[in-house]
């Protein structure tokens, strides 16, 4: 049974930092790709930043030079840290792995609530 379990994420000022942490199960993670994703309400689901299994990183616009993705495949976990953070960063991040042989298939976590005040 696959499970991405994440951990992190809450309540920050802005310019403060958080941190997010997914913890995969039942799928060989080091040939994965993994990526954070993020969704509010009546919008759609974005990918904020992927890393690939050779540690190749992709972030979207609005968060290159602020958040950093991460992974320890010894560990199966993929990290987020998010810097610099401002409230139009309010969200649920959602993890994600997928292969690229089988894209768009992909395993989702079961989001984490970050919320940055004003």
């Known amino acids: 049974q696959v499970q991405l379990v994440e951990s992190g994420g809450g309540l920050v000022q802005a310019g403060g930092s958080l941190s997010l942490s997914c913890a995969a199960s039942?799928?060989?993670?080091?040939?994965?790709?993994m990526g954070w994703y993020r969704q509010g309400p009546g919008k759609q689901r974005e990918l904020v930043a992927r890393i690939s299994s050779s540690g190749t990183t992709n972030y979207a616009d609005s968060v290159k030079g602020r958040f950093t993705i991460s992974r320890d495949n010894a560990k199966n976990t993929v990290y987020l840290q998010m810097n610099s953070l401002k409230p139009e960063d309010t969200d649920v991040y959602y993890c994600?792995?997928?292969?690229?042989?089988?894209?768009?298939?992909?395993?989702w976590g079961q989001g984490k609530q970050v919320t940055v005040s004003s």
């Open positions: 039942g799928i060989i993670f080091s040939i994965h790709v």
């Open positions: 994600a792995a997928w292969k690229e042989s089988t894209y768009p298939f992909t395993w």
